[in-house]
């Protein structure tokens, strides 16, 4: 880039009817008392960049370190709801047990009763037939 724009200026120059040889040197020698300050920007400059491209850097891992964070988080919620839906079920299972083996229980006491009522009976109704064929 300087090359080309030393040379236009210098045509510019030479059309204008200036001496080119002594602007040629006056360019020269400002092109190389300016060299510190040029090399300064670019340090500079460089080190912008890489403090720029540092945060990029820090935001991206701040940002991964939140995501992953949030993933876990939503993960861990879910185990528990699935922990919770899962004692509730077997609750509901064990309650629903319960209630058919109380159910079944009821049934068999009721049978047992009946059962004895029945016996009681035949062994009335024997005794009044005893009594009964005993009188005859």
Not at 10 to 39: F, I, N, T
Not at 113 to 132: D, F, G, K, M, T
């Amino acid at each position: 880039e300087w090359d080309n724009f030393r040379q236009t200026f210098l045509d510019v120059v030479e059309e204008c009817g200036k001496p080119r040889a002594a602007w040629a040197s006056r360019l020269d020698s400002l092109w190389m008392h300016a060299s510190p300050m040029r090399q300064r920007h670019c340090e500079l400059w460089n080190r912008r960049a890489m403090d720029a491209e540092e945060r990029l850097q820090r935001a991206s891992a701040i940002r991964q370190r939140a995501e992953r964070a949030a993933m876990w988080r939503a993960e861990f919620r879910q185990r528990r709801l699935e922990r919770k839906v899962a004692s509730i079920l077997s609750a509901r299972c064990l309650r629903r047990e319960r209630l058919a083996l109380s159910g079944e229980d009821n049934h068999h006491r009721t049978l047992e009763r009946h059962s004895r009522r029945a016996s009681c009976r035949i062994r009335s109704l024997l005794s009044r037939w005893e009594a009964v064929v005993s009188m005859e």
